[in-house]
């Protein structure tokens, strides 16, 4: 092995949770060898903005994003990892073998595809054993016979082979399959309409088999919107093992294809290849996951009954048992053997302690949250762990149970230690999910900052790039490098794309130092010198991202972060990309004034919009209580003198609603309530939701139009109540004031009064939520 190689990795929907593992496997090893690595990244997003605006998502701009692998020559890589399987669906032709021509006399390890001619390394997971296995679990040892399958893409090898094995699963067994059976997913989140389809098409369906955990994710949502109970009424299964499979609810059945091992292997195979090793294929094995969502006992630990071996195992016996219970269901895919070890190490200094005894309870629950906070609790899901620590204390209690002559310890101070496990564990998970949200919403709150200082600095060519630069280190880049082409290149999507000869550094950032270049000494990049002349450092760790605004390319972004921060990056360069468009705009010189007011116009209609997000309730789409308040201080500045009646309105027993039926039935009776609210309020009246249950009501006229008000919404929601086929009332107490319009009117004052009334209302509301109380 010579100094140091450089192994550059093309990678498509880098944003998808297989792509991320994949990445985390090959950082890793590239990281432990003294690799350095370049990873060239497609971010495909077009399906996720058409779940969420459908037709109105706007141009698809993901086809800008397949040119990123076309500068691999200017990494000047010794060998490449290629994830044809992530990428082959978006490239604009699907052609595995068009594609490998480019990287011709560079060795290379194909990703979850076969190399026919053989010049490379071929990585695939064994998808047919692992989805047979499967298939067959749910017909032979459940009985289901009416089977659906949520495939992946058309033409995807990964895709395909899992198809292969439903189909011979089916045939083997008798059971009728055929394309009715079938709808084809991309692998993300967003196929909704596949699911209903399906699930429209066979309400009667045993089960129903998805090609990836991310998908089946999804079918658990739709599942749940049509109140059917995964496990219970239908069996739901995945492939992958995702890290929020196991903690699913239920937990998802699954076939792990361990994406950061294969990453893991994908960079020693290149190191291989790059040491003499022959061209071959190999064929990483897959092993099933079974859980509850197939309909097996998710709970397969707790054993009514005792075997002979438990009965016989002693307490050191039990403990051997319990760390690899709890490394096996707690550790990540993700994970290194050193990783492993570590997360070994901290259970078991968890369960040093004997906590057979309650002195020892307070230094296990230390030790507890030890692991949690440190540096290896990142590789743990925190809720495995807790059910894989709660699991072991169950089976300890059925020994004292079942052997009560045996005084180890005493069952309710165990009981209360599982309490107080789940109490620590679940703090940890709430205030974990918090700090990460807190934190990538402080992030991406500065991200605007990037384009708006170099806006700040349009005429100003150096300023402008420096500015691009200056903020990176503070999101997290250790060194980024900022190249543009001479002239912006303009490629519409569907036409011919030819990479630029040549790339310039404009701007780069090392650590907290930018530096930034004047158009006219900008240093030159070729193929000849590569992204390393400009590096400082030793082995390094870059991803690529191309920097674009439309149908125009500007550059790229070359920027040294950890993939786990991959979407942190994709946003700064969408933001660096848009700016470099209006920067173009202005170099011009050709547009008009009235052009530019239009995009200030364009950013004001946009706060708008953010403006009106920010008054309205998400749930009940009515006005949330600073919308309410606002409209309330209008109306009564603009009624001075006039008549007007203040209700205050309360959704009676919410809380019993949500303790009895759930929190999507309570979500169900505030939008009920909402509609029956507002379909009452007159002309010019303005309704809000103030609270959890709690409504205001402004409308104008004096007691007579109020109490019309409150006869609609109490016949409205009789109306309800008598046609509806839920087991609970939907009902709503109200209070009223009635107030004359003024300057001096103090609202706040005003919704006391009426919920003061609305106190001496709720009086006479109904005992029970239950129908048939």
């Known amino acids: ?27 890793h090893a590239a990281e432990k060898l003294g690799m350095s690595v370049l990873f060239f990244l497609g ?24 040119v990123v692998y076309d500068y691999a020559p200017f990494g000047r890589v010794d060998a490449l990892i290629i994830s044809y399987g992530t990428m082959g669906q978006y490239l604009e032709q699907d052609n595995k073998e068009l594609f490998l021509e480019k990287f011709h006399g560079i060795p290379y390890v194909l990703l979850e595809e076969r190399d026919s001619r053989e010049r490379g390394m071929s990585l695939i997971a064994d998808n047919y054993h692992g989805m047979y296995e499967i298939a067959e679990h749910l017909v032979r040892d459940h009985g289901y016979r009416k089977i659906t399958y949520l495939a992946g893409p058309r033409g995807n090898t990964d895709a395909k082979e899992r198809m292969a094995a439903v189909r011979d699963v089916m045939r083997v067994y008798g059971i009728p399959f055929d394309e009715n059976h079938i709808e084809y997913g991309d692998y993300t989140a967003c196929v909704e309409a596949e699911v209903n389809r399906l699930l429209d098409r066979h309400p009667d369906m045993d089960a129903m088999i998805c090609a990836n955990d991310v998908m089946a994710d999804t079918v658990y949502k739709e599942c749940a919107a049509r109140g059917l109970v995964v496990g219970r009424d239908i069996a739901v299964t995945g492939y992958d093992d995702w890290e929020v499979a196991a903690s699913m609810n239920p937990p998802l059945t699954t076939v792990l294809q361990n994406a950061y091992d294969m990453g893991y292997m994908a960079l020693i195979g290149a190191l291989k290849l790059l040491q003499g090793s022959a061209a071959r294929t190999v064929v990483v094995p897959a092993h099933v996951k079974y859980r509850g969502s197939c309909g097996c006992d998710a709970a397969a630990d707790h054993k009514s009954e005792l075997t002979e071996e438990e009965v016989a195992r002693d307490w050191e016996d039990y403990c051997r048992h319990s760390i690899v219970k709890c490394v096996e269901m707690s550790l990540l895919a993700n994970a290194s053997e050193d990783i492993r070890m570590a997360v070994e190490q901290n259970i078991r200094r968890i369960l040093r302690h004997d906590f057979r005894k309650k002195e020892n309870h307070d230094a296990m629950l230390l030790q ?3 692991l949690l906070s440190s540096s290896v609790g990142q590789y743990i899901s925190a809720y495995s762990l807790m059910q894989a620590l709660i699991s072991c204390m169950d089976e300890w209690i059925r020994r004292q149970l079942q052997y009560p002559d045996e005084t180890w310890c005493d069952c309710l101070e165990l009981m209360e230690l599982k309490e107080q496990v789940q109490e620590t564990i679940m703090v940890h998970i709430v205030k974990t999910d918090k700090d990460r949200f807190s934190m990538f919403q402080q992030e991406t709150w500065f991200l605007p900052l990037i384009a708006r200082d170099m806006m700040n600095h349009i005429n100003d060519e150096k300023e402008f790039y420096y500015a691009a630069m200056q903020k990176l280190s503070a999101l997290k880049a250790r060194n980024s490098y900022l190249y543009i082409f001479e002239e912006p290149i303009r490629h519409p ?11 310039y550094l404009a701007a780069f950032q090392e650590g907290t130092h930018v530096t930034a270049y004047a158009e006219e000494d900008w240093p030159v990049l070729t193929g000849e010198n590569g992204f390393s002349s400009f590096y400082s450092g030793g082995r390094y760790a870059m991803s690529i991202f191309c920097l674009f605004s439309g149908e125009t390319q500007y550059g790229i972004l070359v920027t040294e972060i950890h993939p786990s921060n991959l979407a942190l990056s994709y946003l700064i360069s969408m933001e660096i990309g848009n700016a470099l468009k209006f920067h173009e705009l202005s170099r011009e010189q050709r547009r008009t004034s009235r052009e530019l007011e239009s995009l200030v116009e364009e950013i004001r209609e946009k706060n ?21 308040m606002e409209r309330a201080v209008r109306f009564n500045r603009e009624h001075s003198g006039q008549q007007a009646g203040m209700i205050f309105v309360d959704l009676d027993h919410l809380k019993q609603i949500n303790d009895c039926f759930g929190h999507l039935e309570g979500d169900f009776a505030l939008k009920c309530s909402a509609e029956a609210i507002q379909s009452a309020v007159p002309e010019l009246g303005i309704v809000g939701r103030i609270g959890g249950d709690e409504f205001a009501v402004l409308i104008p006229g004096g007691k007579n139009e109020t109490e019309q008000f409150i006869q609609r919404v109490q016949d409205t929601c009789a109306r309800f109540n ?6 609970y009332y939907v009902e709503v107490s109200m209070g009223c004031e009635w107030i004359v319009c003024s300057e001096e009117l103090v609202l706040s004052e005003v919704l006391k009064k009426a919920d003061e009334a609305l106190y001496h209302a709720k009086e006479n509301r109904r005992a029970s939520v239950w129908k048939d109380a």
């Open 493 to 503: 999507k569907g036409s011919e794309w030819r990479c630029p000869e040549k790339l």
């Open 368 to 370: 507890l949250k030890v």
């Open 722 to 727: 008598t046609t509806s086929e839920k087991d």
């Open 43 to 66: 971010i495909h997003s077009d399906s996720y903005y058409y779940s969420y605006f459908g037709d109105n998502a706007g141009d698809d701009y993901d086809y800008q994003f397949n």
């Open 1 to 27: 092995m010579r100094e140091r190689y450089t192994i550059g990795v093309l990678i498509g929907n880098a944003n998808s949770p297989h792509s991320m593992d994949l990445m985390q496997g090959i950082y």
């Open 608 to 628: 708008e919009v953010l403006n009106f997000i920010s008054e309205y309730d998400p749930l009940t789409r009515i006005l949330n209580r600073r919308g309410f």
